[in-house]
């Protein structure tokens, strides 16, 4: 097989550094690989070249070279000369660099030709591809494979001789539907590849049918990302020779490895290592098909049949995402929703830390200085532990925070004493190991002690001489075992290790006095499963959490007696490799001997097992099974199955004791919540989670991730979804590396997380405040342990004083910083104390504060909070305004992208919603009580292009005589906002939200304010309102929320919300059905009466084409000599209407259905305000110009413009093609085109409308017998929508707008809309559920005109009616849900009844 290896950097790298100069490099695997597959099986090597070390049939490396503002297109070169025999290839590789590179060696397959047209990578558009492996039995299936290509795609496959390789890129590009070079050069997303590779993968097995072996390991890179796959299938039981064994598909082996940055040994220059930074930002990711260097533990090994995805998440240039998945019959995962909205690269800088003493000298050194006692300064105090020689990637708190605990990525593990400063014990992991990833102090219960203690008296057993204090690489003591310190174990994890070291002895040690830390226990894993990254829970059940996406459960406590007599050549560490893939039941359904893996940490419990039910070894004797044998594979278990567990790196864990919930947090953007029988829950968090915490006592769990959110769980009904999101005070707040939380003595609980900017926050649990930001003098917080705290009253009974000892690591030149921070805090929640955070609340982004409810408050006290909330809905529609969100041109395409950002962050910002996106489609949900209907929220974000004719600027928002103008304030930013703030109305009326306000920046509007419910400009809700809704929604928000906010609403784009619903209904967002959709994208009939919409017309577009002559001809020279298409078109759309604009073509109207009484009541009740000069008005018509005979009736003139408008089909000329204008002469047009619109009304149906204008138009084209040709073509088509009106959305719709208004029901008109709004029947059709269109524009908002406008009391009120209408829905179907679970009433007996009804 071939020789592979991709490289994505975030920065520039040498193709020299993993090309030629690693001693395991890809030029020395070509003559000397290690891990090449055999040929396949019955096969002989047939030359030289075919032995399986050697790969010399041709070689090829491929780099992109970004420029910015061009397409990304990628740089080749190829040879058939031997990898390390070439000076071209050497000469490239010194001099250039590339952040993406993907290299290939070639070793040919049997019958396959061997020139420079096969060599890989091979090349199309922005795209680069290799394979590693073969098609099995190509010969047959070549023919059947190159049949099913695009044209496109066959001409790459013949451009590099269609060799099973050249065969299976082509496959890919068919998939992809590339059509041409210039398709082939446009962006790709991460969905798309994969989804594409997942689908060749299917087509090339099912070519092959099972009848001979396929090794598909395939790369493909797109300038942006790295996505490959390890693939193989072995031969059916049909496809094998007679007397053959069935073999298992095991693939060509593919190796990751990730980390900060790729380096060269200072000492040896063929010596390459892979450094991670304590920050655990991936710079740099390597996939190979062999390690390329000696330490195998950096090398991740891909699983079989999976497939692995490297990029750069949009707006960040220095974070690579890793995701790992099975290949298998399921759809692929959503990525994009994994992952959520990128948001863009933190700008803010880091502010080093202040490291003082008493007289302001800084503080160094590696003995340090004695802190103070704690509470002696009101300022912050610092000092420094240093010792590591790389950063501190780890810290623990030993003995109530004596003790600290320091692992470094140096690999070293130190114990400081925190009073003096000084390092007490130094210890190495091993010599291949790696850095140290996490610690775990654990206090083992006194079964644990007794449990040791026996061992050591056991005369079997060599633990007594090796459990005394045993320094690494001391000689061996005879010393007992301390049994008052036993249970005292500091657990470290490293690469694919985990070691358990006895601490005991430092709980009693004296000043001075050294002691010994022996490592108890080393657990290694088989296969490597990569860096061991996160450890929880306790001995009973230990967490393991891998970077292979793996989740283990450890079971300790269990066999801790047996682990420690297990034999051993050591005598100071018991060593044990555990399969992972290990399975007793398996092993006993099948009646086999289970084999143990090979290596020295076998030796003690023997080589051939079998097993019970207990997963004990029973050992195999003449005479039948004896004693039960320990088997240490079976204390490991997996929590994950196939298809349900991470697809990224598990980043962090935490266990809940309380509702035994573990708590898992993955590169892949997915927080876990798993119990005793497996997984419980599992929710997208928008980014990487990095950090997981619990907090025990109220089974609280918090998780943060890499845009700096903070979200909070209830352990005990996580099914729910989050309970809040933690908002960082700045925008651009950067990733949370580290959670811990800490209790005081009254109650109340301290929340303390930890940045990629080196900055530590402070929350109050119970309040949802922020109480400090503190600078920890790292440029990096990777790492945080409570040391010791305190809570004392002073000054006054209304403020406390908190007096936090806290230990830092991270990116600090292997200095552990201990500080003593000091948080005032008041009755009212508001943090007075310490000079670096502190309260307060400005415009330049200072921690803002929290009410006595545990709500956010801004500075200005005297507003009301509802009239504070509407403010803050006037900041965020003004930075929403003042970004161009149009779709329908490609060159606002980034402003889409920041729109999108900015419409989901406030999503989770006010709500603390969860979100996902698909394409430009925001799925977001707010709740997840499965008791409560679930309602779903749609808007769309993008808007269109303002045009000329403004009176203000577009895109700034400007308020005049009590109207908001902007292009979107109501189509539809501004709606979309009220939907936002109806929904945290509720909420915050039953649950505290924890994020500052925003209000930063001086946008004063003079908007009057009234307080009644008067006609004005009213920006504060109706008393009525106010109070009904308090009473509604006094305890939570009644139903849960779905918003569906759409970037492509404006240009149609269904396909795009379609995929988003249906993705999120594959992964469980709609359990229970949708009780109701509400829109709010509809317009009043006039500027007085609040209305709602039950209807809107179809549309179908026809473009029509009339051909002459192949050119154009001179009207001089040609007029009058042949029939112009231009005659012909004019004469087709004069036959459409008659003189009155009523449609005359044949069938076109069958089928339309009469209209309803409710429609005459409507229509009656609409067109009682309406005059024929306010008419004339709205159709452009002049006073005293001519107008039609239907507007010239008084009386019945308004209503027979809305029959018209709403129960009518009509036809219209919306775009008329011209031929093209000259200076120098008249020409005519060779082509004419005009694009015909048809609105349809209920009953019609598309295909009957369509094909009823095709025969009318090839009618009218054949009586004219004109040679001219005509093509009908049908450009879009969107179907009517009709509301039930006897729903419970549009009953509770129509009464909350009564409400809001201070109206009677009655008064709020039921309208229908001419218009058409593609996306409404598609969304109706998908969620199965009842719709209804909210109006919150009037007639004079000038929708998709210059001067777009909203008033500020529609607006304000538009808050109040949709969140009454959510109040209104659940109370009806929790009455009717409690109406259906209510037992009938008995019938009375007949006698009885015939005397009740006798009865006077």
């Known amino acids: 097989m071939c020789r592979l290896c991709a490289v994505l950097s975030d920065e520039a790298v040498l193709l020299a550094d993993f090309l030629l100069r690693p001693r395991m490099s890809l030029v020395r695997q070509s003559y000397a690989a290690q891990e090449r597959k055999a040929l396949p099986h019955g096969a002989l090597p047939s030359m030289a070249y075919q032995q399986p070390f050697l790969n010399a049939d041709g070689f090829g490396v491929g780099w992109y070279t970004p420029v910015a503002g061009e397409v990304d297109l990628p740089c080749v070169f190829t040879s058939l000369k031997p990898a390390w025999n070439d000076p071209n290839l050497r000469n490239i590789s010194l001099e250039v660099r590339s952040p993406l590179v993907l290299a290939h060696i070639r070793a040919a397959g049997p019958h396959l030709p061997v020139s420079d047209s096969c060599c890989h990578p091979f090349k199309a558009g922005r795209l680069l591809f290799a394979h590693n492996g073969m098609v099995g039995d190509f010969a047959r299936v070549r023919r059947e494979l190159l049949a099913g290509l695009t044209e496109y ?18 496959c890919l590009l068919t998939e992809l539907g590339v059509k041409d070079e210039a398709d082939a050069c446009r962006e790709w997303g991460a969905d798309e590849l994969c989804s594409a590779l997942q689908r060749t993968i299917n087509r090339l097995v099912t070519a092959v049918g099972g009848r001979d072996e396929s090794l598909l390991n395939f790369v493909i890179c797109d300038g942006q990302r790295i996505v490959a796959c390890r693939y193989a299938t072995a031969p059916s039981a049909g496809g094998l020779q007679d007397g053959a064994e069935e073999m298992q598909p095991i693939g060509a082996t593919l190796y990751l490895s990730a980390g900060s940055r790729w380096v060269a040994s200072p000492d040896d220059p063929e010596t390459y290592r892979m450094r991670k930074g304590a920050d655990i930002k991936c710079g740099t990711a390597i996939l190979s098909s062999e390690p390329l260097t000696a330490v195998r533990e950096e090398w991740l090994p891909i ?15 220095s974070n690579i995402d890793i995701l790992m998945f099975p290949l298998d019959a399921r759809p692929m995962p959503s990525l994009s929703a994994l992952l959520g909205v990128e948001s863009s690269e933190s700008t803010a800088a880091a502010v080093p830390g202040r490291f003082i003493g008493d007289d302001g000298s800084p503080v160094a050194g590696e003995n340090g200085r004695k802190t103070p006692a704690l509470g002696a300064l009101d300022n912050d105090v610092w000092m420094s532990l240093t010792g590591h020689t790389e950063d501190v990637n780890c810290v623990a708190s030993l003995f109530g925070g004596r003790i600290v605990a320091a692992g470094s990525m140096d690999g070293t593990l130190r114990l400081f004493d925190v009073e003096t400063g000084k390092t007490i014990v130094v210890r190495k992991h091993s010599s291949h190991s790696g850095p140290i990833l996490a610690l775990l102090p654990l206090a083992g219960p006194s079964e644990l002690e007794s449990a040791t203690s026996s061992a050591a008296n056991s005369p079997r057993s060599p633990i007594a001489p090796f459990v005394a204090s045993q320094s690494f690489g001391a000689a061996d003591d005879d010393a007992g075992l301390p049994s008052e310190d036993a249970s005292h174990l500091l657990l470290s994890t490293a690469n694919n290790e985990l070691r358990i070291w006895n601490v005991g002895a430092c709980a009693s040690r004296r000043p001075g006095e050294a002691v010994e830390v022996p490592c108890l226990l080393c657990f290694r894993f088989l296969p490597n499963q990569g860096q061991l990254l996160a450890l929880a829970g306790t001995l009973d059940n230990l967490a393991l959490g891998f970077q292979s996406t793996r989740v283990f459960r450890l079971k300790l406590k269990e066999g801790w007696r047996n682990l420690m007599t297990c034999k051993h050549r050591s005598r100071s560490t018991r060593y044990f490799t555990c399969n992972v893939d290990y399975n007793p039941a398996k092993d006993l359904a099948n009646g086999a001997a289970q084999k143990q893996p090979s290596g020295d940490a076998m030796k003690g419990a023997g080589s051939l097992i079998a097993l019970d039910t207990s997963g004990l070894a029973l050992p195999a004797t003449k005479g039948g099974p004896s004693a039960p044998k320990f088997c240490h594979h079976s204390l490991l278990e997996p929590l994950h199955r196939i298809g349900n567990g991470h697809i990224g790196y598990v980043r962090c864990l935490a266990h809940d004791p309380k509702t035994e919930t573990l708590v898992s947090g993955g590169g892949d953007g997915r927080v876990i919540f798993w119990g005793r029988l497996g997984q419980r829950a599992a929710f997208p968090h928008g980014g990487p989670v990095l950090a997981v915490a619990v907090r025990g006592q109220s089974g609280e769990a918090f998780s943060a991730d890499s845009r700096g959110r903070i979200r909070v769980w ?20 950067s990733a949370i590396l580290v959670l811990i939380v800490m209790e005081s003595p009254c109650g109340e609980g301290l929340l303390m997380a930890g940045d990629a900017e080196g900055k530590v926050r402070i929350w109050n649990i119970n309040r949802s405040s922020i109480l400090r930001e503190v600078e920890s003098g790292m440029s990096c917080c990777a790492a945080l342990c409570l040391l010791e705290a305190d809570v004392c009253t002073h000054r006054s009974d209304a403020s406390r004083r908190w007096l936090i000892r806290i230990a830092c690591g991270g990116c600090s030149s292997g200095a552990v910083h201990i500080g003593d921070v000091s948080v ?14 502190g309260g307060g609340s400005d415009a330049e982004g200072e921690v803002r504060l929290a009410d006595d409810d545990g709500h956010d408050v801004g500075t200005r006290g005297s507003r009301s909070r509802e009239q504070a909330e509407f403010r803050r809905l006037l900041v965020l529609l003004r930075e929403f305004v003042a970004i161009p969100t149009v779709s329908s041109k490609p060159q606002w395409a980034h402003q889409m992208q920041k729109g999108g950002v900015w419409a989901a962050s406030q999503l989770e910002k006010l709500l603390g919603c969860t979100v996902r996106v698909t394409g430009s489609c925001i799925v977001a949900r707010c709740g997840w009580d499965e008791s409560k209907p679930l309602v779903v929220l749609y808007s769309h974000y993008d808007v269109v292009d303002a045009g000329h004719g403004w009176e203000s600027n577009p895109w700034k928002l400007s308020a005049r005589d009590g109207f908001l103008y902007g292009r979107g304030v109501a189509d539809n930013k501004g709606p979309f906002l009220a939907q936002i703030f109806a929904v945290r109305k509720l909420l915050r009326r039953g649950r505290a939200l924890a994020q500052p306000e925003d209000e930063s920046g001086d946008f004063v509007m003079r908007i009057e304010m009234e307080d009644g419910d008067g006609d004005g400009a009213c920006g504060s809700p109706s008393s009525r309102a106010v109070s009904k809704l308090g009473a509604a929604a006094a305890k939570d928000c009644p139903v849960n929320v779905l918003f569906v906010v759409d970037g492509g609403e404006e240009v149609s784009d269904v396909d795009s919300v379609r995929r988003a619903l249906r993705e999120a209904r594959e992964d469980g967002w709609m359990r229970g059905g949708v009780a ?49 298409p231009m005659f012909d078109l004019m004469a087709l759309c004069s036959s459409l209407v008659d003189p009155t604009a009523v449609p005359c073509v044949p069938g076109f109207g069958d089928g339309v259905r009469p209209p309803k009484e409710e429609d005459h009541a409507n229509l009656k009740t609409a067109a009682r305000n309406f005059s024929p000069s306010q008419l004339c008005e709205r159709l452009g018509r002049l006073e005293g110009a001519p107008v039609p005979t239907w507007l010239q009736d008084t009386q019945g003139a308004a209503v027979e413009a809305l029959r018209r408008t709403w129960l009518s089909p009509a036809l219209s000329v919306t775009e008329v093609g011209r031929g093209p204008l000259h200076q120098c002469g008249r020409h005519i047009a060779h082509k004419a085109t005009c694009v015909i619109s048809a609105r349809t009304v209920p009953c019609q149906t598309q295909e009957e409308v369509i094909a009823s204008l095709h025969r009318h138009l090839r009618h009218e084209f054949d009586k004219r017998r004109s040679p001219n040709r005509l093509e009908i073509k049908t450009l879009a088509s969107c179907d009517w929508w009709e509301a039930r009106t006897t729903s419970h959305v549009y009953r509770a719709a129509r009464s909350a707008v009564a409400e809001a208004w201070g109206i009677e029901e009655r008064e709020v008109l039921a309208i229908r809309e001419g218009g058409t709004m593609a996306v409404l029947p598609a969304l109706e059709a998908e969620l199965g559920c009842d719709a209804v269109q909210m109006a919150f524009s009037q007639a004079t908002s000038a929708l998709h005109l210059p001067n777009e406008r909203i008033a500020s009391k529609v607006l304000a009120r538009a808050v109040d009616a949709i969140a009454l209408t959510l109040v209104r829905v659940g109370a009806a179907l929790a009455a009717e849900a409690a109406a259906a679970s209510m037992p009938p009433v008995p019938a009375l007996p007949v006698r009885l009844a015939v005397a009740v009804a006798q009865a006077p």
Not at 1092 to 1121: F, K, N, Q, T
Request: hydrophobic fraction near 40%.
């Open 824 to 837: 005032v805090e008041t009755a009212g929640g508001k943090a007075v104390g310490g000079e670096e955070g």
């Open 1076 to 1124: 109701g959709l509400l829109v709010s994208n509809s317009a009043w009939i006039d500027d007085d009466r609040p209305c709602i919409c039950y209807g809107m017309r179809g549309v179908i577009d026809l473009e029509l084409c009339v051909m002459g002559a192949e050119r154009p001809l001179h009207s001089g020279m040609h007029g009058g000599l042949v029939p112009e």
């Open 714 to 733: 209830d352990c005990a009904t996580v099914e729910r979804g989050s309970r809040a999101v933690l908002a960082a005070p700045h925008p651009t707040s």
């Open 303 to 317: 699983a079989p049949n999976s497939l692995v995805v490297c990029g750069m998440r949009r707006g960040q240039t």
């Open 153 to 170: 795609a066959f001409g790459v496959a013949v451009e590099h001789a269609c060799i099973d390789s050249a065969v299976a890129f082509a």
